[in-house]
Structures are given as structure tokens and as C-alpha cells.
């Protein structure tokens, strides 16, 4: 090989860039690193004003037409329902059949939905089966179920083929005041509608019975709508629960008195859907405030054109504060205010330069943008959805949750009457710009951050923080891989090439990451079967979740143990000898482009979970280096270089990271080492994505650096 | 492709149950996620199962048959009417089991919503697919024993015994066969129930037959192979190399030009016995590399007979539907007109979905060409390697054709273990830098294709473009992979010209060498 070099044609120049990069993969590495970090945090200043894509929705171009009439209506309907409530306490008839009637009363098709809760399970093999296939229910109970009220509005000058949904999420047992409001709300929309000439798409209230759950009760309706079963809910009863259909019977016929169908209605696709909620919590500010709710499972947003359009009628049409969720414990954050001035002296700088130069934001909005930033990427990364709208999600549908805080005190009649009309309003200002759209909301984009409820960070910005923070590990990878190559090359420089040397030995030379990759394999394997061990660890009755994160931690390591006896060292076609010491290398090599394959197809899956389980994993793979070599150097460098491998690692696992971060969040006194059996147990009950890359990319990775550190030869 | 590690470890010990037992592991392992079908729900991929493999179809193509309609009525089915006859009554034997329950509404319901009813007769069908990958592992593995017993003749003719010793502890057939039968690729393709396991075993049967020169044979799956699916029409320049040079070989000219250096630097330093001696092997050498014609003739004869006699079954079979027409303009007409544009793994869909009419026809015929255009320079460039060459034609084929799946890269794959074992024992192997590189891709594009296609046909998040970006990925790791290879064969391509005449240089350099440490 060695003769053969300098015959070798010059590389093209692309080729020596990457050989330079490759070559300076330490240095690179690290300002790629600081870069990336620093990128995260200038977030909040590259944030652009959101703005309405989508011409067709033209928010508030027509006055309201909610009229006061419809408010007394509604007004009306919600004491009605506050006294039935009183009244009849326990009995979960009274309300869903006074909602339908009153439904049917202004004019709509009425059904009625029953379904029962699902319980969410974990099933290991959910995660790798498609998302469309059919559940199918085994034991229903017949004592839980949940009965939803649909009232369908034809559009009359739609073709029936489009929808927009409203939802109105109470609790039947139970009706809190804020519940009974948001049914006002939807009620006073739902009589305007009935009447308006311009609707060109149906118009579906549900009114989702909450008693096991918000999520349930909407996705079982959206299951239902979704799937193709035809007949009436007696088709859908299974014989045994024959008691409880006679007492449906007997609540549907008296309340009512009319013919309600019981068949199950359907409206055309979704073109969005708006869950409206009125807070209990009356909230300090002087105004009316907005929250939105948007993130669906594994990070999923809706269509950013919903939010700027309710964001856009609820400042401009009604004068309500918007905001959306922040994380306050970032607001006294010392750290943010200094970075905030900072970036506020260079902006100044920056405009000093030059006047066009946009660049810098005050103190207060920076740490406010990034208190909201950060809590939108914990949101997002959690893969959990916040609320009903996320069951939307999963059928391409996009949905957002309103919910209003009324300043006023609950029993304030005339406040009470303003506070219907501007909610009404709004959602009626919401529905006529969705009424307008020509196709899928599809304009603007799906994939962004919000910093506030009108800045946002789009994903051509937010890619750049994490491809700075990913770029150094092919690099890295690359150049460890050629240095575990030149070795050989070396050493086979020093011995003499006698006709004797093994053959193999040269000819296996660029296969030599086999082993490694082996390795890594065999972590991998593990890796997925710690991830479908609570299945196992969940039968078991009656377990702490302390007791159950211990059970599943020894389960894991003898796991471990037990493949690397079976596959481990069952088969090793490089002996020892022809490794050396520089078989880390190769191994760290191969782990850190498994760890890059990881993060890259997380990013697409759910980026929030990728940038922050990169800030953690990179700098980990990137520093692994045996520990017995900073042991035998004994110098300050090696010294603090060994510490932090050990900081990092101690970070690194999953738990206490967890744990770390809670308390850094909440304070260490309320830390239990349970907690992190019971944030898993949430995640795979969502069947979240988060999961999965905790347990599959992250874990194998920690456990490879672990491996790495404590490598001897 | 993690599996390669066992298998090469396998090698090194080189008992012959390791690989049995390697094999067999293989087949439980096949039978036992067969077992899961609807969890795994492979052949609802569209990696997997392209409009003329998938095993609905086919189900679908029968039930329309037994109903007396044209099996390609409504294009669902676009495969053959053999396949129809042959695999068609496991399929119906399921869905009369559940005709015999529900009513005819319900049968059309269930079969739409869910192919995999019935799970024992479900299983029947997988042990198909899975004997058809059994019996192609095995096809592999002694065509890989046949090529190197030709090579190890080769190699002794050129008077390198010292590599012969090394060559002798690879058993490249039983690596090959391994790496075909653990190839992810294989078994997803197996497991998801697609015809393309049977399309890969009548390809390996021709290879087969023309390694072995059993003419019949050779003539028999190339016939097979083009009928089922029509790209391996091209191998009928390999097949008839291979029966008319023999197996794979150095270059004749190498043999030639190097003993004559050899033989005259010699004359000058050494003594004249080595001299005679290697004009002996000179002249031996020489000899087998005439091209013999007959088997050739043989093989155009046996072939016509095979084709006249399949397209007689299928006229039989298509009689009432229109007849031997109707059958071609729905199956090869189906293939080079890229009708069906659902997104597959191939980069035509998305092209001819975006193209304009009127310039279809052009793009379909400049596609198309594309893969004839390499025909022959690839076949003088290669002649003296047949096998390669029929390696380098079908992964060609599997990246042009209109509707690839993931089936072609396993048989590809499959036949590149079979060269790269010879490759390893001419130590050209190890100039294999890209390995690691290349295995990361396939791992990151395996793994990222069904993200894209989630993101875009579940989520709605996503869209085309990205499912394509991991399509053009797929295609250029290929071209990478054939590339590479060619230009380790000292191969002149246009692309490649600088990095190929390297590694022709590099790969003649290294022959004279060991050919003087030998001498």
C-alpha cells in the first residue's frame, strides 16, 4: 500500500476539504459545539412576526353577525343547564339529552355517540405496527362508558364534503361553571350558524362527555367517525351489555321526548377543529386571556395559519390578551438576563453599523421569548399531547385549544352576557375564515416553535442549531475510523512484509469496524429489549414505581449481561492481537455514527426531543475516552478531561437526567426517584416517540460511552 | 447487513454445521415473524411490496379469475398467469374459510381492510417465499463453490499458489448464500410476502445453470425470469459469456501481456528453467479461453423452446381474457409505461408524476434506454467476468426499473458477497475504504424511509419531497456501491475515469508483485 501512495492521482479539491476538515475534527468539533449551543439561544432574537399565509382565510374581513339575541339565548341555556346540575346531582342522564335537545332545538341533526373509554396500555409491538390498522377491543366493561352529543349543521352551500368541528369538552357527572360557559359559547355559535347563508362547510359541535377523560371521549368519536362501520349504536353494543342499553333506552325517550336518532351522523372531512374551554380560574389580569394549546403527540403542530388567525381575531376583533404557555421558572433566571443584554448591546452595535440591520430585542422579550421557547420544545418533546385537539392530529386534522379566562366574578350576570358575545364572536370570526378556505390548510407551516403567541421560529432556523450541534459526529466518526485504519497501516510499515505475514490481517483491514459494529449490535439488541421489558415489569400487581424502576434497571443489566455471555464473545474473528489499543477508536467510531443515524431520524420524527437529547448525547459521545489513559498521563488536562467524562456520563443516564432536571426546575425537595417509572409509564401510555429514543438511541449510546470509558486492553 | 460479522466469523472457523446451522436459524427466524403478520404488517409497505409483487394483488388477480373476469380487470393485478395458477389457490384457500362465515359483502370488506386472515393458510404461503429463499441461498452457494473452483484453476494457471493457500479458507458460496439468507433486505422482503423472492430464485436458477453450463437450466430461469418480471432480459449477455468463456477469470489479456514480460524480464536475470515453466503455463493458460459457440447455440435453441413453451400455458390460462395481447399490454406494457405512481423506493414515480404529457413517451423511452445504453460497454469492459457483470446488470436494473422494492437489493447483495470473496482473496477487498460509509447509509436510509413516508402519508407533515430524498439517497448508495465496485474491476467508466484507472493501476501493480514474491 505504501508504494502505491504517491502514484495515487491528486483528490479533487472536495475530497481535500474534507480530508482537512477530518484532520482538524477536535477543533472543528468544539466550535461547532459552542456554535450550536449558542445558536439555541438566539432563537428567541431570529424569531419572525407570524403572518397569515393563506390569502383565502381573510380573518375579520366581515363584521361579526352574533348577535345579542343569540347571547341571551345561550345566556339561557347555560343557567338551564347550571340548575339541572344542581338539581339532579349523580345522575349523569340530565345533560348530554338537554344538550341534544337544545342542539336539535335550533335546527341541527342531532346523535347521539356512546363509547366506551379506552384503557391506555402498553402493547410492545404498537410502536412498530402501522398507525391506521384497527384497534380492536377486547373486554368492554359495561358499567364505563360515556355518551357524546353531535349536532350536525348542512352547510347549504357546501356539497357536504368539508366540516369544521367544534368541541366542548364537560363533565356530565360534575358540571363546573367554566364547562357550562364553553357549552354557552358553543351554543350561541351553533344558533348563528344555523341561520347564516354563507356556510359552505358543515358544522359539527361535539359535545365530548369528560368523565373518563378528555382525550377519550374525543378520540373514540374520531375513531368512530374515521372508521367504516355502518348502523346504529345497537350494532355497536354487544349483546351482553343489554341492561345498560334499556337504560339508555329509558334516558334517551323522557328527557327528550322527540326522535333522536341514534345512528351515527358523519359531516364531510375536517377542515379544522376548535376545542373551546372557559378556565374556573378567573384569571388577575385586567383583560380577558387567551391561552393556546397546539401541541399533538410526538410534537406535532397544527397549521400555523390557525393560530395566527385566532391570534389575529382574538387581539384585533376582541381585545383579549393571547398568550401561550411559558416556563416560569426560567423568568428570574440570572443566566437569561445577562445573555439577554448581551445580545441587546451587539443588536444596538449592529444598528449602529448599520440602520437595516433588524438584530436584537429587549431584555424583558428575550426572556420572556425564551421562557415560552423553552417551554414549547419541553412540550414538543414530551411527545404528549396538552390536550383534546392532539386526537385531531392523528387524523390530519388541525386543531387547536382555546381556552378563555374571564376576569370576572362567576355570578356577575352582565359581565357574564359581554364575556359570551366576545367568545362567541371570536369563534365565530374563526369558523367563517376556515368556511373560506378552498383546500387543506397547507400554506404555512406545520413544522415551528413559538417563542409567543405571535413570533415564531420556523424550521429552516431551528435546523441550523441542530445541525451545528450534529455536524462534528460524522466528522469525529471519520477521522476516528481513518485513525483506526492508519494504525494498521503503521504497524504494518514496522514489521517486515514477510511472505508469512497473515494475509487476512490485510485483506480485512477496511473491515476491521465489523467488530465494533458487532458491538454496538449486540448494545442495540439490548437496548430493544429494555425497552419492551415494562410490559413484562407492568403485570406485576401491586409495585411502587420506585420498586418497578429498581425491578427494571436489574432486569436490564442482567439482560445485558446475559446477551454479551451468549453473543458477545461467542464469535471474535479478529484476535486480539491485531486490535491493539486501538480498538476503541473503532468503536467509538461506530457508536457515534450510530448515535448520529439516531438523532438524525429523531429530528424528523419529533425535533424538540433530538435538540435536546442532542445537548446531552454529543458532547458525551464526543469526550468518551478510555479512562485508563487519563489515569496513566496524570496531567491537569487529562485529569479534568476524565472528570467530565464522568459528569457527563453520571448526566447522561436517563433517569438522573431526569431527576437532575426536575430539581433544577422544581426544586430538589420534591424529587422522587419514582418519578422517572412514572414520566416513562406516561410516554408509552401516549405511545410517544420520546420513548422510544430515551430507550433506543440514547440508552445503547450511554451504555457504549460507559463501555468506552472503562475500556482496557 | 450486521449479520455480515457472523458470517465472516463463520468462515474463519470453517466447520461445515456453522453454516447449516446458520441457515436453518435463518428459516425458524423467517417462520417465527411470519407468525406476526399483522403486527409487523411488512406488506403493507410500499418498500416492500410494489404493484408487481405484492401478494394482495395477486389474491386479488385469483379472486377476480374464479369469478370469470379478467385477472387484470380494474389493474390490480399486473403479474403473471402463471404465478396466478401456481400461488393463487394458497390464497383462495383462505378466503373461502371466511367466505364460508360471512356474506359476500364482508368477504369484499375484509379483504380490503386486511390481507391476512386466517393465519395457518397465511403461514402456508410464507413457507413458500421462505423455501424459494432457501432454495436461491443454496443456488448461491454452489454457484459461489463452482466460481471458485474455476477461479483457484485461474489462479494456478498465473502461478500464484501463495494466495490459492489463503483463497482455500474462504468458502465464499457458504458466505454468500448467508449473507443472502441474514440480508434484512431478504427477510423483510420475505416476511411481507411479496413475489420477489420467487423472481430472485428463477434469476439465481439461470446464473446457476450457465455457471454450471447445464444449458436446459440456464435457459429455463432466464426464460422464467423475463416473464415474471422483464428486466432480466438483460441477462442473456452474461448467461451466454458465462457458457461460452466459462466462469469468472482474469483478464486474457493480463494472462497474455504479463507472462510475456515476465517471460522476457526473466530471460534477462534468471535462469531458463523458470522461464520454460512459465511458458508452459503461458500457453496453458491460453487455451480455455477461446469462445465456444456451441453451448451457446444450445442455449438460443433451449431458450425458444422454453419461451414458446410458457407463452402456450399462458395463452391457455388468458384464453377467455383477451388472450396473449391483453396479458402483455398488462404486464410489460404495465412495466415500461410507469402506469401505477405510487411512491416506491425508485425515483421514476415521482419524475413521471411531475413531468408533462406531451413529454412522456420521450422520458419513458430515455429512462429506458438508459438501462440498455450500459449494456454493452459494460459487457466489453467485463466479458471476462461474467458473474460480475450479471451482478453489476441487475443492481443497473434495480435502480432504473420502474417499481423496485427492497427484493432486488437482496439478490444483488447477495451476489456481491459472491464476488467479494474472490475479491478478499485477491486482496483487492481490502481497498474497500467506503465499506463502513456504505453500510451507515443503508442503515440511515432503511431506517429513514419509513419515517418519510409516515411523515408524509400519516402525519400530512411532510410531503413528497421527502419521502424522494430518501429515494435519490437509496439510488445514489447504489450507484456508489456499483461504482466502487466497477472501478475496483479496473473498469473505465465515464464517471469514475481518475479513481478507476487508480485502482486498475493499484490492482495490476499488486498482481506483478505477488507474481515475483511468488516466483
Known sequence: ?713 | MEERESETSNKKKNKPWAFWSWAFASVIFRLILAYFPRNLNFSARPEVSTPLTSFRRLAEGYWLKQSSMSPYAGSMYHGSPLLLSILGPLTVRRYLWTSVNCSDVKIVCRYFMDGNEGLPNQLICSLVFVIADFVTAMLIRSTGLNLQMAYNQSLKSLGLVRLLENSELILSGDIAALVYLWNPFTIISCVGLSTSPIENLVIMLSLYGACTRRVPLAAFGWVLATHLSLYPAILIVPVILLLGYGPDAPPRKLLLQKFRESCSCDCSSQDKEQTSLHKELANQSVQPMLFSWKPVVFFTLWACMWAFYVLVLCAISVKQYGGLREMFKRTYGFILTVEDLAPNIGVLWYFFAEVFDFFRNFFLIVFHVNILFMLLPLAIRLNHRPCFLAFVYIAIASMLKSYPSVGDLALYMGLLGLDQLLRISIQLYADMQLSFFLFCGYVGVSLLSPVMHNLWIWRGTGNANFYFATAMAYACLQVCIIFSFISFMKTLTIILVVESVGAMLNHDRKLRKLSATAA
Not at chain 1, 441587546?344 to 437595516?356: D, F, M, T, Y
Request: some cysteine.
Open chain 1, 1 to 713: 500500500m505504501a508504494e502505491s501512495e504517491p502514484l495515487k492521482p491528486k483528490p479533487r479539491p472536495i475530497v481535500r476539504i474534507g480530508i482537512f476538515l477530518i484532520s482538524h475534527s477536535l477543533l472543528f468539533s468544539v466550535v461547532c459545539c459552542a456554535a450550536g449551543v449558542v445558536a439555541l439561544l438566539l432563537l428567541p432574537v431570529l424569531a419572525k412576526n407570524t403572518y397569515i399565509s393563506e390569502n383565502a382565510l381573510m380573518p375579520g374581513s366581515a363584521h361579526p353577525m352574533l348577535s345579542s339575541q343569540d347571547v341571551s339565548e345561550a345566556n339561557k341555556f347555560v343557567q338551564d343547564i347550571t340548575i339541572l346540575n344542581l338539581k339532579s346531582t349523580g345522575a349523569s342522564i340530565g345533560i348530554p339529552g338537554m344538550v341534544a335537545q337544545h342542539m336539535e332545538g335550533l335546527g341541527a341533526e342531532v346523535s347521539y355517540h356512546k363509547f366506551h373509554p379506552e384503557l391506555n396500555k402498553f402493547h410492545p409491538l404498537h410502536f412498530f405496527s402501522g398507525p391506521d390498522h384497527g384497534k380492536i377491543q377486547e373486554n368492554w366493561t359495561c358499567s364505563s362508558y360515556g355518551i357524546n352529543a353531535v349536532g350536525i349543521i348542512r352547510a347549504p352551500r357546501g356539497d357536504g364534503k368539508e366540516a369544521i368541528v367544534l368541541v366542548t369538552p364537560y363533565n356530565s357527572l360534575k358540571i363546573s361553571l367554566g364547562e357550562a360557559l364553553s357549552l354557552g359559547i358553543a351554543s350561541s355559535v351553533f344558533s348563528l350558524l344555523t341561520r347564516v347563508t354563507w356556510l359552505a362547510k358543515d358544522i359539527i359541535w361535539l359535545a365530548a362527555d369528560t368523565q373518563h377523560g378528555e382525550y377519550a371521549a374525543v378520540d373514540a368519536w374520531l375513531r368512530d367517525y374515521h372508521t367504516p362501520i355502518f348502523g346504529g349504536l345497537e350494532t355497536l353494543n354487544p349483546e351482553t351489555c343489554q341492561e345498560i342499553s334499556n337504560s339508555y333506552e329509558l334516558k334517551n325517550s323522557p328527557v327528550t321526548g322527540a326522535d333522536i336518532s341514534d345512528v351515527f351522523r358523519r359531516g364531510g372531512t375536517m377542515a379544522a377543529a376548535l376545542v373551546i374551554k372557559v378556565s374556573d380560574r378567573s384569571s388577575e389580569a385586567e383583560r380577558d386571556t387567551l391561552s393556546i394549546y397546539a401541541e399533538a403527540s410526538n410534537g406535532q403542530m397544527p397549521n400555523l395559519d390557525l393560530i395566527n388567525v385566532v391570534n389575529y381575531l382574538a387581539v384585533h376583533g376582541q381585545g383579549l390578551r393571547v398568550k401561550v404557555e411559558k416556563l416560569w421558572s426560567l423568568h428570574d433566571s440570572m443566566l437569561l438576563k445577562v445573555l439577554g443584554q448581551i445580545f441587546e448591546s451587539i443588536g444596538k452595535v449592529a444598528r449602529k453599523l448599520n440602520p437595516e440591520w433588524k438584530f436584537g430585542v429587549p431584555v424583558a422579550d428575550y426572556i420572556e421569548g425564551t421562557a415560552t421557547l423553552a417551554s414549547s420544545l419541553y412540550r414538543q418533546a414530551l411527545g404528549v399531547p396538552t390536550g383534546s385537539h392532539g386526537a385531531f392530529r392523528d387524523y390530519q386534522v388541525d386543531a387547536i385549544t382555546l381556552e378563555i379566562s374571564p376576569t370576572f366574578s362567576p355570578y356577575n350576570k352582565g359581565r357574564k352576557t359581554e364575556f359570551l358575545l366576545r367568545g362567541g364572536r371570536l369563534v365565530e370570526g374563526v369558523v367563517r375564515s376556515v368556511n373560506n378556505l378552498l383546500e387543506k390548510f397547507h400554506q404555512s407551516f406545520f413544522l415551528y416553535l413559538l417563542t409567543s403567541a405571535n413570533k415564531f421560529v420556523s424550521v429552516g432556523v431551528y435546523m441550523i442549531a441542530f445541525a451545528l450541534l450534529v455536524a462534528p459526529l460524522p466528522l469525529v466518526a471519520a477521522s476516528l475510523y481513518s485513525d483506526g485504519t492508519k494504525q494498521d497501516f503503521s504497524s504494518e510499515k514496522d514489521k517486515p512484509t514477510s511472505s508469512s505475514a497473515p494475509v487476512d490481517a490485510v485483506s480485512f483491514k477496511s473491515w476491521k469496524w465489523l467488530h465494533a459494529a458487532k458491538t454496538v449490535f449486540v448494545v442495540y439488541i439490548w437496548s430493544a429489549i429494555v425497552t419492551l421489558l415494562p410490559y413484562i415489569i407492568s403485570q406485576v400487581p401491586d409495585c411502587t414505581p420506585t420498586h418497578s424502576l429498581i425491578i427494571w434497571i436489574l432486569l436490564s443489566v442482567f439482560s445485558l449481561l446475559f446477551l454479551r455471555s451468549i453473543l458477545g464473545f461467542s464469535f471474535s474473528f479478529i484476535s486480539v492481537s491485531q486490535l491493539q489499543d486501538k480498538e476503541w477508536a473503532l468503536l467509538k467510531s461506530v457508536t457515534i455514527s450510530g448515535a448520529f443515524v439516531g438523532l438524525c431520524l429523531m429530528s424528523i420524527i419529533n425535533f424538540a426531543t433530538a435538540e435536546i437529547g442532542a445537548l446531552l448525547i454529543v458532547p458525551m459521545c464526543l469526550m468518551a475516552t478510555p479512562l485508563i489513559f487519563d489515569v496513566k498521563d496524570w496531567s491537569l488536562r487529562s485529569l479534568t478531561r476524565a472528570a467530565c467524562n464522568l459528569l457527563l456520563t453520571f448526566v447522561g443516564f436517563p433517569p438522573t437526567a431526569y431527576i437532575v432536571t426536575k430539581g433544577l426546575f422544581e426544586g430538589f425537595g420534591s424529587v422522587n426517584v419514582g418519578d422517572f417509572w412514572n414520566w416513562a409509564e406516561s410516554l408509552w401510555m401516549w405511545t410517544s416517540a420520546t420513548y422510544l429514543y430515551v430507550c433506543m438511541v440514547h440508552l445503547p449510546c450511554w451504555a457504549l460511552c460507559v463501555y468506552i470509558l472503562l475500556h482496557h486492553h
